[in-house]
């Protein structure tokens, strides 16, 4: 889109010529001057958004900047392009040989005379220097979703009734009604919670696979998933589940299930013979609910009342039920005319919460345009296109910033499940996030908390200190966002036909500035594409496959201009040599078979975001990431060994995530070269790091910007266990999180980590802490820990008190098979609100544990999960 484009190049223009001076000097005038022409057309563009989609003057003028603008990027991008990679011709084929910066220079001062003349012409305000928009905080919101109290109640009843038949209830309705916000609210009710302490959500696309669907069973199940069950066969692995749910109580929610047949796919791994469990699904499509609710009929989900709809307008729109005076008459026109639709509300009510203004006439006034947009829709009969007009009403009152941010999510696939870290880290190399006051990251996450706030964006896992860990889009605001985004080729999502065609075609891609593929990865690129405005390519394809050579050379042949390259699902043999030449590249994601990351990455001068899968258990890393100035997360599965730094002056200053590294990588050099870090990893003979002095845990210590540890122990012989854990004094000063892996420690030395002054976060892995007892002293114990993670041990008696824990909020227990009981006094933690046991003994030896806390429920959230189920 022009507006992003625009945006972009203006915060990087500057950077550019200072950067690449001796380039491009001969066009700087030419560049400082477009400098001030894009800030007009940046100022043209945030002032008709309301306008361009009615005056046919105004849409042809955007188009007109849109195209200019697009040009301008490309053309900077080869002239940097040019000096790195001299057979340049192999790309620029497909621009024009007279596309250079002057003549492109003479046009946008002719285009940017006629923006003026025509701002006059339709009476735009003068132009004024925009301040930084940032934002505004959300009133808060109730806990409870609003509505269908009668509808929950007769859901809650079905599901609390103990019949003698596999009982399959179906929630049935048109989009944007709430099935799933009400299906959620019913699978987190405590009631239900403890009737069924295995519950598993499943979203279903339009194009599942019973394998994918089986094996995210398993996974609930089992916490993972290994290479022998990824191997097996369909109708095998809908047996294991058939297997595992046959045992006991379970509660199964299939969210947005698309027809009759997709329904009988997943009825095969559904235990028919349990009438113990439970299954809820819903679906747009009656012949669905027909189909699966037998004996019984399945529900009709209405659409909202007026009553319903006014309390749900007031929580969206105020944060609370209480409505100032003024603003009542106008409020309930609104509500009634967003047609009992309830996503139609929280998108309306999402605008007018964001209003920053606390006078109530100018509130008022805000409230009666929106009123009017909206009853203008009323004439539209097709509530799928009412629906759209909503979220096109949404999106024009969205903050300049956050349009780029907000399209870009329709880059992935339906249902989704979107890892927070990696969409900001996208939209960071994008260029979507200016540099500002805080850093990158931070800006990014309240960006994204904005598009949540504002109903746009779904929050669906958390993290430990309660940031969103992933997040999810509505398959409707979806569609909106792929459709905004492909009018302008801003994104677009290449489809495979089961006729051998991808569709739009291969040969249509050349105007296109994003590609995001999610099946048939090999064959695009075997298709040999040819993308020269792309930035960025992602691929979801859930199907590993091999990268040879030749398809390796087509992928950097294909697209020489990117920004964003996201293939994991690739697995290549080796790494074409033109890779390094992609100069512009800000974000890798690799995977490859090599046990060596090749000095040429040096040549990705711009690179921020390094993620490199391998199947080694090492990475000799003979890029000097210490030179790497702006690179900021350097992330390997394997134990990756660093270059030593050359020069005093190799520091990578932007650096916040490096692991995982090897314990030789662990210098006294590494504080010097990474004094910002925030998150750290280590992976190999931990003994060495902890009881050695060249390559010592002390000189992590003086690290005052980590937070984040994670220590992975790979020792092999007896001689090289870990005996001991360093003192806590030698541990980094501001740690809130530790994770430890395959230590196999005495939990005797688990206290040094109770000693941790700000420790919240604690995840013991793989028998990080062996033996049979674990006996927290009186006055021990973990002060500040809010999160508890064990998994895999052999541990047997866990002695502690709620005095030992005073803040723990939530307990995970996985594959802890010899634990006969949890300490009954934890129940009395008033800040516990989570216990999780996945793969654990069975659940009638926690008990007196679980009686506990189902009491404790009576007065206070409390989350319990059991898997796999049991009676």
Known sequence: MADAATEFLLNNLADLVKEHYNKIKDAKGNIEKLQRDLGLFQAFLRDTVKRRKEEDVVKNMVKEIHDIVYEIEDIIDVYVTKTVDTNHKRFLRFFKKSADLHNVA??????????????????????????????????????????????????????????????????????????????????????????????????????????????????????????????????????????????????????????????????????????SGKVLITSRHEEVGKDASKPRRHYNLRNFRFEESWELFRLEALGTLVCPTDLVDVGKIIAENCDGLPLAIVVIGGILAKSASTNIYTKKKEWEKVSKDVISYLSEKDQSRRMQKFISLSYDNLPYHLRACFLYLGLFPEDYEIPVSRLIRMWIAEGFIPQKVDTLEETGEGYLQDLISRNLVKSVKFKPDGKVKTCQIHDTLRDFCRTEAEAENFLQEIKYQSEGEFVPSVSQIKTFRRLSIHSNCLEFIQSKPFGPRVRSFVCFSKDKCVVSAENSTKITAAFTLLRVLDVLPFKYDTIDSDLYKLIHMRYIALSFKLSILPSDFNQLSNIQTLIIATESDTLDVKADIWKMKHLRHFKTNASATLKPPKSEKDCAHELQTLGLISVESCTEELPKRAPNLK?????????????????????????????????????????????????YDRFPSGLTSLTLCATSLSWDHIS????????????????????????????????????????????????????????????????????????????????LQMLELSTCILANKFGKMIAAAKTKTKDSEFKLAIYPPVE
């Open 106 to 275: 003479t046009r946008v001062e002719g285009i940017s005379g006629r923006v003026a003349d025509l701002r006059a012409e339709i009476k735009l305000p003068s132009i004024t220097q925009d301040a930084d928009e940032k934002p505004e905080p959300r009133p808060p919101r109730l806990k409870d979703v609003v509505g269908f109290e009668d509808v929950m109640k007769d859901l809650k009843d079905r599901l609390m009734e103990d019949t003698n038949y596999f009982d399959v209830i179906s929630l049935i309705g048109m989009f944007g009604l709430g099935k799933t916000t009400l299906a959620w609210k019913v699978y987190n009710d405590p009631d239900i919670s403890f009737k069924f302490t295995t519950r598993i959500w499943l979203t279903v696309s339009q194009k599942f696979t019973q394998r994918e669907l089986f094996l995210n069973i398993l996974k609930h199940l089992n916490g993972t998933v290994d290479e022998r069950t990824l191997s097996r066969e369909v109708h095998e692995l809908a047996e294991i589940v058939t297997e595992y749910l046959r045992r006991g109580r379970f509660l199964i929610v299939i969210d947005d299930v698309w027809t009759a047949e997709d329904w009988r796919k997943l009825s095969e791994a559904l235990p028919s013979d349990n009438a």
């Open 679 to 727: 998150k750290l990893g280590i992976r190999g003979k931990l003994s060495l790091l902890f009881e050695t002095r060249n390559v010592s845990f002390d000189n992590l210590g003086c690290m005052k910007h980590l937070g984040k540890m994670k220590l992975v122990n790979d020792a092999t012989q007896e001689a090289e266990r870990l005996h001991c854990l360093p003192r």
């Open 752 to 831: 040094t980590l109770g000693s941790l002054k700000k420790i919240e976060v604690l995840k013991l892995k793989n028998r990080a802490f062996t033996g049979d007892i674990w006996k927290v002293e009186e006055d021990g114990g973990f002060p500040t820990l809010q999160f508890l993670h064990i998994e895999e041990t052999d541990l047997v008696f866990w002695k502690a008190s709620s005095r030992n824990f005073p803040k723990l909020r939530s307990l995970v227990l996985k594959n802890c098979d010899k634990l006969r009981e949890i300490p009954i006094e934890l129940a009395d933690i008033p800040s």
